[in-house]
């Protein structure tokens, strides 16, 4: 009696490849299920367009799709490298397959770039809000101190606009219905020293409104730079936080209203600041 030979059924093939094609997982991107991996994205751009295709995945949500011809000519000729937002990883094929084709002809892909379009704004919009950056604020400097300038600022300038924190060991006696109508006063922080050396130019302060937030650039916290300087700075990104940034009917920023600089040009250290950064700023700041 020969052996017999047992016959098993062919195991069912394990999915080769890109595990989480075949097996979507959320990998804590905040997109769910993924639809899609890079290969699978560059393959079904490869298909649709024709030409070779390289993707890259980012995060950035104001330039959702970035393309690149990987030499002169057309993307269908010459092939196209592609960054695209992550949230691409959760498209299903048909909108890759319309990127594609916009890839291919352009906005000549009247419904394909709408759904597109759609599709994008849909999912950018769905995302949970970018966490802001974790800032550690440093007032005290080796010079100035940023908060000290600030109530100076505030006191002589503006003494009904911000509501100062009391003083350490002050009781808060103002009249809390009074300080409601004010602004919360801005932090205020030192910046972090850049590590260029060569110093072109400056931003020596800025105000982020949606932090409330003053940063004073790093290089001006030196026994050189007087504080009146300083505080003529401090003075100015404090206009920043009354006189809000807006756009002009062309859409371009405003950032120095005419109110803005009205206000400004009434600070009384206002002409000697300017004369002081023009003639001494640049000298200083070259001796270290
Ligand atoms: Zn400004």
Known sequence: ???TRTVRAAAPKKPRGHPFFCQPRDLGFGLGTLMQTTATLTALLRETLQAPVKVELGRSR???VQAKALRPGTFAQAGVALRLHRVFLNAPDEIIVDMGQWLKVGRRARQACARLDA???GALEALPPTA???VTLRAEGHAHHLEDLQREVIEAEFPDRFALPPREGELPLGDPADSAARLACPSMTW????????IRSLRLGSYVSESNLIRIHPHLDRTTVPARFVRYIVFHEHLHALYPSHKDPAGRWVHHTRAFRQREARYPDYEWALRWERDQLFRVLARR
């Not at 910046?191 to 060569?198: E, L």
Request: cysteine-free; overall charge positive.
């Open 132 to 134: 802001p950056r974790q």
């Open 62 to 64: 104001t330039r959702p």
């Open 1 to 3: 009696m020969g052996r």
């Open 191 to 198: 910046g972090r020293a850049s590590t260029r050396k060569r």
């Open 119 to 121: 599709w994008m704004h």
